[in-house]
């Protein structure tokens, strides 16, 4: 169905008419307004969603923090920007783009810069001067590319991201899209949640290691009292906001527990995002990455989060089964402040610049042809990545392809820690393959 921005309009109204007074009613009544206007594909996010809502889920108590809690024209643009068409239309253009043997991007990373004001641990954002940034032309033209290609969602990443003077002019020019930012928080001040507001199509997504000593320990000393500070002023002015943990044997426990989610959400973060460490960084060993049984336990403690707190929280890998395995160079991918269009973010190699080809071209390299073929790597979805759970399927199509790296240090997982991580593969291997299994029977047995 191809629904014209009159019509995603004319339900953007209704849908905000009829939600105006916050019920669980009216949010069930929503949900069964937009229901015949929805894609094939998506009509079984609506009945999952009618479904919680009527259990009573916290996902109900969610939806109400965010039309109570959330300013309006900040909702307004999250619904004509991003819910409508993906709920509508952009399925169709990717669907397009897969014909034509390109990528059916769902989102597109961008790290406009790799500058930062802060020197974590581990990150691979130093050393980088402004001559190093993708200039504003080269991101004004791929953002029209990908929205032409389906890609209503885009993740704006770095370096810093609100370093760059022009960052808002962006957010400007594309005000159809909707942009996530991962930010260190420590730039957002009552200025910056003015604009906020004021663009309406952007949720900051705020880095923070767990609480002040796991935090200031990776981001230095007084970090972790500037974030609280910085949610404090997004929440004070009703600008949507999440948090993002980067998930290290150090803090694993800590991120999970309930205390810290309990934290976030009193802060008023909406969504939490967790990723795994991964030593791309140059890193010749592999200490701050969580065990196997470390990350088993952030999936079970997921599932908990999930069915008793009001917030919306996603486990890149665990949650890799929803959508089918990896979804590097397929569903998403990384052009870097260089241009370079990476698989991922931690896919630290590339075949093509973005500079010297469209986006659409740039997805049919054989690099990426080659990650797609391969996809998923196994039939157990829980070990979906090529570069620390089967290591030896990333070297080969490293080999195979002529690709370069992208960052000093790209190789070191190839070579340095090669056998570290084979290590660490058999390890998680050995946890998730009775994990999978189990969790299949239950299945079967379920849909039987």
């Given at each position: 169905?191809?629904?014209?921005?009159?019509?995603?309009?004319?339900?953007?109204?209704?849908?905000?008419?009829?939600?105006?007074?916050?019920?669980?009613?009216?949010?069930?009544?929503?949900?069964?307004?937009?229901?015949?206007?929805?894609?094939?594909?998506?009509?079984?996010?609506?009945?999952?969603?009618?479904?919680?809502?009527?259990?009573?889920t916290?996902?109900?108590?969610?939806t109400?923090?965010?039309?109570?809690?959330?300013?309006k024209?900040?909702?307004?643009?999250?619904?004509?920007?991003?819910v409508?068409?993906?709920?509508l239309?952009?399925?169709?253009?990717?669907?397009?783009?897969?014909?034509?043997?390109?990528?059916?991007?769902?989102t597109?990373?961008?790290?406009?810069?790799?500058?930062?004001n802060?020197?974590?641990?581990?990150?691979?954002?130093?050393?980088y001067?402004v001559?190093?940034?993708?200039?504003?032309?080269?991101?004004?033209?791929?953002?029209?590319?990908?929205?032409?290609?389906?890609v209503?969602?885009?993740?704006?990443?770095?370096?810093?991201?609100?370093?760059?003077?022009?960052?808002f002019?962006?957010?400007?020019?594309?005000?159809?899209?909707?942009f996530?930012?991962?930010?260190?928080?420590?730039?957002?001040?009552?200025?910056?949640?003015?604009?906020?507001i004021?663009?309406?199509?952007?949720?900051?997504?705020?880095?923070?290691?767990g609480?002040?000593?796991?935090?200031?320990?990776?981001?230095?000393a007084?970090?972790?009292?500037?974030?609280?500070?910085?949610?404090?002023?997004?929440k004070?002015?009703?600008?949507?906001?999440?948090?993002?943990?980067?998930?290290?044997?150090?803090?694993?426990?800590?991120?999970?527990?309930?205390?810290?989610?309990?934290?976030?959400?009193?802060?008023?973060?909406?969504?939490?995002?967790?990723f795994?460490?991964?030593?791309?960084?140059?890193?010749?060993?592999?200490?701050?990455?969580?065990?196997p049984?470390?990350?088993?336990?952030?999936?079970?403690?997921?599932d908990?989060?999930?069915?008793?707190?009001?917030?919306?929280?996603?486990?890149?890998?665990?949650?890799?089964?929803?959508?089918?395995?990896?979804?590097?160079?397929?569903?998403?991918?990384?052009?870097?402040?260089?241009g370079?269009?990476?698989?991922?973010?931690?896919?630290?190699?590339?075949?093509?610049?973005?500079?010297?080809?469209?986006?659409?071209?740039?997805?049919?390299?054989?690099?990426f042809?080659?990650?797609?073929?391969?996809?998923?790597?196994?039939?157990?979805?829980?070990?979906?990545?090529?570069?620390?759970?089967?290591?030896?399927?990333?070297?080969?199509?490293?080999?195979n392809?002529?690709?370069?790296?992208?960052?000093?240090?790209?190789?070191?997982?190839?070579?340095?820690?090669k056998?570290?991580?084979?290590?660490?593969?058999?390890?998680?291997?050995?946890?998730?393959?009775?994990v999978?299994?189990?969790?299949?029977?239950?299945?079967?047995?379920?849909d039987?």
């Amino acid at each position: 169905m191809n629904i014209g921005n009159s019509l995603k309009k004319e339900l953007a109204v209704k849908a905000f008419q009829m939600l105006s007074k916050v019920s669980d009613e009216n949010i069930i009544k929503f949900v069964d307004f937009i229901e015949p206007f929805v894609s094939q594909e998506n009509k079984k996010i609506i009945a999952f969603a009618k479904n919680a809502y009527k259990e009573k889920t916290p996902a109900l108590i969610l939806t109400k923090r965010i039309l109570s809690d959330v300013d309006k024209n900040c909702q307004k643009k999250f619904l004509e920007n991003y819910v409508l068409p993906e709920l509508l239309e952009s399925g169709k253009k990717r669907e397009k783009s897969q014909a034509e043997g390109a990528a059916p991007l769902f989102t597109l990373l961008i790290s406009p810069s790799m500058r930062c004001n802060l020197r974590c641990r581990g990150c691979y954002a130093q050393n980088y001067k402004v001559e190093d940034d993708l200039s504003f032309d080269v991101i004004d033209r791929i953002i029209g590319e990908a929205k032409e290609m389906g890609v209503s969602f885009f993740t704006i990443l770095g370096g810093e991201p609100f370093i760059r003077d022009d960052i808002f002019e962006i957010f400007k020019k594309h005000s159809d899209a909707y942009f996530q930012v991962y930010t260190n928080s420590t730039l957002i001040d009552e200025k910056i949640a003015k604009k906020l507001i004021e663009v309406g199509n952007v949720i900051p997504q705020i880095s923070i290691e767990g609480f002040e000593e796991e935090t200031d320990f990776r981001r230095g000393a007084g970090i972790y009292k500037k974030i609280l500070n910085a949610m404090d002023i997004l929440k004070k002015n009703n600008v949507p906001f999440g948090y993002s943990v980067c998930v290290t044997r150090k803090n694993a426990e800590v991120v999970m527990s309930d205390e810290f989610v309990d934290l976030m959400i009193e802060k008023g973060a909406l969504m939490g995002w967790y990723f795994l460490y991964m030593p791309v960084c140059g890193d010749k060993n592999t200490e701050l990455m969580p065990t196997p049984e470390q990350r088993n336990n952030q999936r079970i403690r997921r599932d908990h989060i999930r069915a008793t707190k009001p917030i919306f929280i996603v486990d890149f890998w665990n949650d890799a089964p929803y959508v089918g395995g990896c979804i590097a160079a397929n569903r998403y991918c990384h052009i870097n402040n260089f241009g370079d269009v990476e698989p991922c973010i931690f896919t630290h190699f590339a075949e093509v610049n973005i500079k010297n080809t469209s986006l659409k071209e740039a997805t049919k390299c054989n690099f990426f042809q080659e990650i797609r073929k391969r996809q998923p790597y196994d039939q157990n979805l829980l070990m979906p990545c090529m570069l620390i759970d089967h290591p030896n399927v990333s070297r080969e199509i490293c080999q195979n392809c002529k690709v370069y790296p992208t960052h000093p240090g790209a190789k070191t997982l190839m070579e340095d820690i090669k056998d570290d991580l084979d290590a660490y593969s058999l390890e998680v291997h050995k946890i998730y393959d009775k994990v999978w299994e189990e969790e299949q029977k239950s299945k079967n047995k379920s849909d039987n």
